[in-house]
């Protein structure tokens, strides 16, 4: 597969989708909406940011695999989940082709697949699919699956929280961090790839983990054969052993765990990581931490056990509570573009090979971002 990026097409612009929420102290539905911004890697600076359509409370977004399709959710009491057609010539208009339920309350995260979109609900812990057509539009009826269990942290494991979902790596499977269960559900895709079947539990966290977001690590690098799940309530980076069941699914199993970052959160505030990524060459975790405010860098070092996570550094942040951020690759480095959820902030660093340091590329003012996808168009 190879994917390019679409006008402009100069390779040191990226163009970029960013997913909001309503401005603290206003309403969802108060006009906010999903935004396309460039940024321009050998100037410094964003550009040509403008808000491309009005939709309530688009916490997150994703691309279809072809690019052609942005869906975005509506992180409200009774949630949806909304397909906009991408104008293939430069991206500056979203078309609306349909809104449907998610399936339950406050959906906070989506996945783009070929042939369906996944949905985790945060508030009522339900899991949706959808299926979809080639146009990239909805397609059949949303199929939606309830979570079950607690955790020792009453005010926030009181029940199931899907807060994020993923595909195995080959496929086969759909995984769903629950951080209300301490637990990663999993659900079998049916082999036309529009619909999931229950299939139990992929892995179980420690008590009090509140397991937010997950990634896998790369084939061909020390992170092979792992999986990494960064713990909300724990402040851990939670290194999980890939198997397989009797029925052939992945499984995994929780073998280290280590903090999240060196640096504190505020006093009263604690540290709570959000989004966990790989580096561009697999090599290295990038994790965003709110309340200390910083994304941590930790070198993935092959051991006797497997893999060895090790601190290289806590890059320091402009702006305040880091949601989310994009990985973009360059020739010089893995530049992070970071959303700055409460101080309204786009930022841009370049991360430095060796040391794990940073160096500013670019900042924006920008309403309350909570997501930041890079828009890329699948070839071949």
Same mark, same amino acid.
């Given at each position: 597969?190879?994917?390019?990026?679409?006008?402009?097409?100069?390779?040191?612009?990226?163009?970029?989708?960013?997913?909001?929420?309503?401005?603290?102290?206003?309403?969802?539905?108060?006009?906010?909406?999903?935004?396309?911004?460039?940024?321009?890697?050998?100037?410094?600076?964003?550009?040509?940011?403008?808000?491309?359509?009005?939709?309530?409370?688009?916490?997150?977004?994703?691309?279809?695999?072809?690019?052609?399709?942005?869906?975005?959710?509506?992180?409200?009491?009774?949630?949806?989940?909304?397909?906009?057609?991408?104008?293939?010539?430069?991206?500056?208009?979203?078309?609306?082709?349909?809104?449907?339920?998610?399936?339950?309350?406050?959906?906070?995260?989506?996945?783009?697949?070929?042939? +369906?979109?996944?949905?985790?609900?945060?508030?009522?812990?339900?899991?949706?699919?959808?299926?979809?057509?080639?146009?990239?539009?909805?397609?059949?009826?949303?199929?939606?699956?309830?979570?079950?269990?607690?955790?020792?942290? +009453?005010?926030?494991?009181?029940?199931?929280?899907?807060?994020?979902?993923?595909?195995?790596?080959?496929?086969?499977?759909?995984?769903?961090?629950?951080?209300?269960?301490?637990?990663?559900?999993?659900?079998?895709?049916?082999?036309?790839?529009?619909?999931?079947?229950?299939?139990?539990?992929?892995?179980?966290?420690?008590?009090?983990?509140?397991?937010?977001?997950?990634?896998?690590?790369?084939?061909?690098?020390?992170?092979?054969?792992?999986?990494?799940?960064?713990?909300?309530?724990?402040?851990?980076?939670?290194?999980?052993?890939?198997?397989?069941?009797?029925?052939?699914?992945?499984?995994?199993?929780?073998?280290?765990?280590?903090?999240?970052?060196?640096?504190?959160?505020?006093?009263?505030?604690?540290?709570?990581?959000?989004?966990?990524?790989?580096?561009?060459?697999?090599?290295?975790?990038?994790?965003?931490?709110?309340?200390?405010?910083?994304?941590?860098?930790?070198?993935?070092?092959?051991?006797?056990?497997?893999?060895?996570?090790?601190?290289?550094?806590?890059?320091?942040?402009?702006?305040?509570?880091?949601?989310?951020?994009?990985?973009?690759?360059?020739?010089?480095?893995?530049?992070?573009?970071?959303?700055?959820?409460?101080?309204?902030?786009?930022?841009?660093?370049?991360?430095?090979?060796?040391?794990?340091?940073?160096?500013?590329? +670019?900042?924006?003012?920008?309403?309350?971002?909570?997501?930041?996808?890079?828009?890329?168009?699948?070839?071949?």
């Amino acid at each position: 597969m190879i994917f390019r990026n679409p006008q402009p097409p100069h390779p040191d612009v990226r163009r970029l989708w960013l997913g909001t929420y309503p401005v603290p102290g206003t309403s969802s539905g108060t006009g906010e909406g999903v935004w396309r911004v460039d940024l321009d890697l050998a100037a410094g600076r964003f550009d040509d940011a403008r808000q491309v359509v009005v939709t309530p409370s688009p916490s997150f977004v994703a691309l279809s695999p072809d690019g052609r399709t942005l869906y975005a959710v509506g992180e409200a009491t009774e949630g949806t989940v909304s397909a906009f057609g991408v104008d293939d010539a430069d991206g500056d208009r979203l078309e609306p082709l349909a809104t449907v339920s998610s399936g339950g309350a406050d959906p906070c995260h989506v996945v783009a697949g070929p042939a +369906a979109v996944w949905v985790a609900n945060y508030s009522s812990g339900t899991f949706t699919t959808v299926p979809v057509d080639a146009s990239g539009s909805f397609a059949g009826e949303a199929s939606s699956y309830e979570g079950e269990g607690t955790g020792p942290v +009453a005010d926030r494991q009181e029940g199931p929280h899907a807060h994020y979902a993923v595909a195995t790596p080959d496929g086969s499977a759909a995984w769903v961090v629950d951080l209300g269960a301490d637990r990663v559900r999993r659900y079998r895709v049916t082999p036309d790839g529009t619909g999931v079947e229950p299939a139990g539990t992929a892995a179980t966290l420690p008590p009090g983990t509140g397991p937010r977001h997950l990634v896998f690590g790369a084939d061909g690098t020390a992170g092979e054969g792992r999986a990494f799940v960064v713990g909300e309530l724990d402040n851990q980076v939670h290194v999980l052993a890939l198997g397989a069941d009797d029925a052939g699914l992945l499984t995994a199993e929780p073998v280290t765990a280590v903090p999240a970052c060196a640096t504190p959160g505020p006093e009263g505030v604690g540290a709570f990581p959000s989004h966990v990524a790989l580096s561009s060459d697999g090599s290295r975790l990038y994790v965003a931490v709110r309340g200390p405010d910083v994304v941590a860098v930790l070198d993935l070092v092959p051991d006797d056990a497997g893999v060895r996570l090790v601190h290289r550094a806590d890059v320091p942040l402009a702006g305040v509570w880091p949601r989310h951020f994009a990985v973009l690759e360059t020739v010089e480095g893995d530049v992070l573009v970071v959303a700055g959820q409460n101080s309204s902030t786009l930022e841009a660093l370049r991360v430095l090979p060796g040391s794990g340091g940073s160096e500013p590329v +670019a900042s924006l003012a920008l309403p309350s971002p909570a997501c930041v996808v890079e828009r890329r168009i699948l070839e071949g």
